[in-house]
């Protein structure tokens, strides 16, 4: 499916990441990574399983904080706010998880009102008309008092996308959307991504490996792997690649640059030697 | 020879590491704790949410305590009674049972229960939320999970302890009232005139309590806090549970050892 | 689901059933009802030997408590200790020639002060001095004394 996609109202950068480094333990993860995100487009970070791309959705969250670099989030470097300022930076930042991470002890309709109910003042009856609003732009106006123990997984992350944009934040970060999802399921997902980004004037930043899917709604692509970006580019960009690295994660292929093959001693010395 | 010497070290090289990381999580340890109680002015805010926690924490840890309860208060009418009657001194059974249960039985047994039941709860909730992200979620609301989750459990089982062992010590007096007097033909007076004789109100009733608000404080922390710092898979909050009952009845045994040592007046 | 208000009743419900069990405990279990809490007015009695008396001790009148020793000092001018004893203030026909003495409740018991009334007019008031006090028994002198006379026989 191929979607109109918007190519963004001027050269304006949302976030600036310059020189990021970040490592756990003796594991490099970032080893000074420079990106941009611009407003109102769709950008996917993608890579192998475990580049920790959901550790750079946490760094730019402030959830982390790195070893070196910056990370400006529309103007203000957010590992230099202190906790009252941070707070008000994340009240205008929405994040999907990739298990949803709905609380599990209230309603689906609570949990939408969670973040309203706990930075406004408004009325229950105008609280009610702002939550039902944003169930109904993820088509589960009718699942309001269920709980999440009684959702499907797609379900809990529609509602966990309810929640993300209940307070009309100005980005969101998507972590692994596409993950164990059934095609239909996929298809919905794309489409209220798309659809987000648009009517809202949203800047969406996607955790991915799904390249496909990715790939036909954003508007600017990143690939990460061994700490540094490999490749980055429109998706028209990345399909003409000449990179072998690039060209095997993009069409999956099982043997390239990484290997099929764990290190391992020579195979007949292995069977017969020794 | 350097093999040889790795070999003989290595146990005490462990032995070392324990003890520092031992240190390192009580830092630690101490650290959440600071920030739990810094969260706790906002709950003034959010009755709701203590009363919501003490439901979970208090009430339902009632039925076991009072079952208990009463159970060690027969058995201490028993003993009590059976030991008593060699000195022919079975008339100051209600002195030993007021005397046990108030000073001793009723803050540390309650605080046992409690750990078992309302702690390993405690921690297997926390590290479930953390399993499925909701601090993460959470911050990202910029919601402080410390004032929202933490602090009103914290005050909930600071405030259950003491009412529920004094439920206990309650219970089991009646309890070795029924035994004592009813079953074994101790004077009824003498049970309770013998008792109130003894059982002073400062010195025992009083330290009692202060022993099971130090416990409360004691188990509380130890659950919240081993929920809070599980690791996020189905095997660390098993982990978690376990070790969060385990770590939470140590030190209730060794707390009590230094409360009493401290709080007993040797007059 | 538990629904809001019954969640608020069974919480309610506990926190009275443990102030309650509290309160059971304050007053039928420990002596809070049996520690005077009305008025009492003091008065001092010299010992040379107080023996295992201390404070809260219960003081009696023909077995009845009446009050209790709130205060043990020693005057190390006279060498004697100084016994403070507030009596309730319902029972201020004590003579002033009224005798303390240091008893032993039972055989091994706590030791407690037995005032004796005397036979004078005048009765005591806040701040006064008993005149005659009878000191506590010391096991070791028993024997010794004992063991003297059997000596001397």
């Known amino acids: 499916m191929q979607f109109d996609n918007k190519t963004g109202t001027g050269d304006d950068i949302l976030i600036q990441v310059r020189g990021l480094a970040f490592r756990r333990g003796s594991r490099v993860i970032f080893d000074g990574v420079d990106m941009d995100f611009r407003r109102g487009a769709i950008t996917a970070i993608m890579g192998p399983s475990g580049t920790g791309k959901t550790t750079l959705l946490k760094l730019i969250g402030a959830q982390l904080y790195p070893d070196a670099g910056s990370i400006i989030v529309d103007g203000q470097n957010i590992h230099e706010l202190g906790q009252h300022a941070l707070y008000n930076l994340r009240k205008r ?54 709980m999440p123990s009684e959702l499907s997984g797609g379900m809990a992350r529609r509602v966990a996308l309810a929640r993300a944009i209940a307070l009309d934040p100005m980005m969101i970060m998507y972590d692994e959307p596409f993950s164990g999802q059934d095609p239909i399921s996929m298809g ?17 930043i996607i955790v991915s490996h799904d390249v496909r899917e990715v790939s036909s709604i954003a508007d600017y692509l990143y690939v990460i792997a061994d700490g540094r970006i490999m490749e980055q580019g429109t998706p028209e960009q990345m399909k003409d690649s000449r990179s072998d690295w690039a060209r095997q994660f993009l069409n999956g292929l099982p043997d390239g640059p990484v290997a099929f093959h764990y290190p391992a001693p020579d195979y007949g010395t292995d069977l017969f030697g020794g | ?33 600071l920030q739990v109680i810094k969260g706790l002015p906002a709950i003034l805010l959010r009755p709701w949410l203590v009363v919501q926690q003490l439901y979970s924490v208090g009430v339902l840890t009632t039925v076991i305590i009072i079952v208990a309860g009463a159970f060690v208060g027969m058995v201490l009418g028993l003993q009590g009674y059976n030991i008593l009657v060699r000195f022919n001194s079975e008339s100051s059974l209600g002195t030993m049972v007021g005397l046990t249960l108030v000073r001793e039985l009723g803050p540390v047994v309650t605080a046992l229960l409690f750990a078992g039941r309302a702690g390993s709860a405690l921690t297997a909730e926390l590290g479930l939320m953390k399993a499925t992200e909701q601090f993460s979620g959470m911050e990202m609301m ?61 010195d025992d009733l009083m330290t009692g309590f202060y022993k099971s608000l130090a416990f409360g404080f004691v188990c509380t922390w130890v659950a919240l806090f081993e929920g809070y710092d599980s690791v996020p898979t189905s095997e660390g909050v098993g982990r978690a549970t376990t070790q969060s009952v385990v770590h939470a009845s140590l030190a209730v045994l060794g707390l009590n050892f230094i409360l009493t040592a401290l709080l007993l007046e040797t007059s | 689901m538990i629904s809001r208000r019954t969640t608020e009743f069974l919480v309610g419900l506990f926190v009275a059933a443990g ?16 520690i005077s809490l009305g008025d009492t007015y003091r008065v001092t009695a010299t010992f040379t030997n107080i023996g295992s008396l201390s404070a809260r001790s219960p003081v009696k009148a023909s077995g009845v ?23 309730e203030k ?64």
């Open chain 2, 142 to 202: 910029a919601v402080d999970p410390y004032k929202r989750v933490l602090a009103p459990r914290f005050i909930a089982g600071v405030v259950s302890m003491p009412l529920l062992a004094a439920m206990f010590s309650a219970v089991g007096v009646l309890g070795g009232y029924v035994i004592g007097v009813g079953l074994l033909g101790v004077d009824g007076g003498a049970y309770w005139s013998q008792m109130q004789g003894s059982v002073d109100f400062t």
């Open chain 3, 65 to 87: 408590r009446v009050g209790q020793v709130t205060a043990i000092n020693y005057d190390d001018q006279r060498n004697q200790a100084v016994v403070t004893l507030s009596i």
């Open chain 3, 90 to 153: 319902r029972f201020d026909k004590f003579s002033v020639d009224t005798a303390a003495s240091i008893y032993t409740a039972g055989l091994l018991g706590e030791q407690y002060v037995a005032l004796q009334p005397g036979v004078e007019d005048d009765t005591l008031k806040d701040g006064d001095s008993l005149l005659f006090t009878n000191s506590a028994m010391v096991l070791e002198r028993l024997i010794g004394k004992f063991m003297v006379n059997k000596m001397e026989q």
């Open chain 3, 19 to 34: 102030i309650a069990a509290l309160f059971m405990l304050a007053m039928q279990v420990s002596n809070l009802s049996t």
């Open chain 1, 93 to 146: 930042m929405g994040m999907l998880f990739q298990s949803g991470a709905l609380l599990t002890d209230l309603t689906v309709f609570d949990n939408v009102a969670y973040p309203i109910r706990e930075h406004t003042d408004l009325s229950e009856r105008l609280i009610r008309y702002l939550v039902l609003a944003k169930l109904h732009a993820v088509g589960l106006r009718g699942a309001a008092d269920l």
């Open chain 2, 1 to 33: 020879m350097g093999e040889l010497w790795q070999r003989l070290s290595a146990p005490f090289t462990a032995l070392g590491r324990a003890v520092l990381q031992s240190f390192e999580r009580l830092g630690h340890s101490t650290l959440f704790l």
């Open chain 1, 188 to 204: 919905v997902i794309m489409k209220l991504i798309h659809e987000l980004n648009n009517n809202l004037d949203l800047t969406s």
